[in-house]
């Protein structure tokens, strides 16, 4: 071929208007099929003490809510222990077993030795309230807590510490059935306080109360997402507000992979307007 022709072949590329098209076109194309999705990224499980935190939990302030479901922000303590608010209660999370969807926790008073604080007496706590997200798991032992009690010593073992709003006086624990219960309300100040504790029989109540009890969580579940390699969060724009499969490609709306009709097709319609946007005019130019 002559020159002249070979002129005709490429002159529409010095264009640098389809020059720039083609880079465009190359850099989304590369940026579809090479970077990993930002949301993917930022949702790794943290540790938080000897505890991975990971959906449907989120340590606030250092994980992304979107990592995590709406209500299940946690906070971590300082000396490295997993802190979980109900109800204006502090609460230590021991042990997290996402596989049924339980975890272990105990109201941070009770901790034994409370970390970090100086103050040995027991505040009067609340009773136990779980909200919509939690409940207490099966097969534990309802716990009556009394304050400012002034007590004989054949109720000993019942102690749990001394009242920090009258040191003198105790904090004593007894299980909801016990019979001492009646004689025990006479000798404290206020009506008794409601909770649960893990009944597994082992030490006595005071040591019950440092294990805690057992609580289970409503959230969307999880486990398809993670086995098809995503990472699970939740969109929190007011639109959406619904969990979210993050994968490295993209973000789906239960598990990652190509079966997701919604979102393929969102994409596929992405790809048809970036061909009729981009790829078309240049063709077009080429052409003309
Ligand atoms: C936390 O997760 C890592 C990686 O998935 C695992 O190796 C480790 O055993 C986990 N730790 C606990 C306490 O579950
Ligand atoms: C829990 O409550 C404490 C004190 O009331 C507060 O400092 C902390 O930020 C709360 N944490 C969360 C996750 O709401
Ligand atoms: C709590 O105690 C541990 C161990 O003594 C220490 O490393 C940590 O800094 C303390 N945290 C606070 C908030 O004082
Ligand atoms: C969940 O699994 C843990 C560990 O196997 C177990 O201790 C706990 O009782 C289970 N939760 C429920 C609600 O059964
Ligand atoms: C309650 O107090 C009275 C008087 O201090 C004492 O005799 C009694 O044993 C106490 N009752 C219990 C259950 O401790
Ligand atoms: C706490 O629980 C006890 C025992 O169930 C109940 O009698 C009391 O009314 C409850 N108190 C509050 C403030 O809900």
Same mark, same amino acid.
């Given at each position: 071929m002559n020159l002249n022709t070979l002129f005709f072949i490429l002159k529409p590329f010095s264009s640098p208007l389809i020059l720039s098209h083609i880079v465009l076109f190359y850099l989304i194309a590369t940026n579809i099929s090479c970077s990993v999705d930002p949301k993917f990224d930022a949702c790794p499980s943290k540790t938080c003490g000897n505890q991975n935190i990971s959906y449907p939990f989120y340590i606030q302030g250092?994980? %992304?809510?979107?990592c995590g479901y709406p209500g299940f922000g946690i906070s971590c303590d300082p000396s490295g222990f997993p802190i979980l608010n109900l109800s204006n209660t502090q609460y230590i999370i021991h042990q997290i077993f996402y596989q049924n969807k339980t975890l272990r926790v105990s109201n941070l008073a009770f901790s034994n030795p409370p970390p970090n604080t100086t103050k040995p007496c027991l505040p009067r706590t609340q009773n136990l309230t779980t909200g919509n997200l939690f409940s207490v798991a099966p097969n534990q032992k309802g716990v009556i807590l009394f304050y400012g009690c002034d007590l004989s010593s054949s109720l000993e073992e019942h102690r749990v510490g001394c009242y920090?709003?009258?040191?003198?006086s105790s904090v004593v624990a007894l299980?909801? %059935?016990?019979?001492n219960i009646r004689s025990v309300t006479e000798n404290c100040t206020g009506e008794g306080v409601a909770t649960t504790t893990v009944a597994?029989?082992?030490?006595?109540i005071r040591e019950s109360l440092r294990k805690g009890l057992l609580l289970t969580w409503t959230a969307s579940d999880c486990n398809t997402c993670t086995s098809t390699g995503g990472r699970c969060g939740f969109d929190l724009d007011p639109r959406v507000y619904a969990f979210r499969c993050f994968c490295t490609d993209r973000v789906h709306s239960a598990k990652c992979g190509l079966d997701d009709p919604g979102y393929s097709l969102f994409i596929n319609l992405f790809t048809f307007q970036l061909y009729e946007s981009i790829l078309l005019p240049t063709y077009l130019h080429i052409i003309v």
């Open positions: 250092i994980q %992304e809510p979107f920090a709003e009258k040191e003198s299980y909801e %059935e016990d019979k597994d029989g082992i030490g006595g």
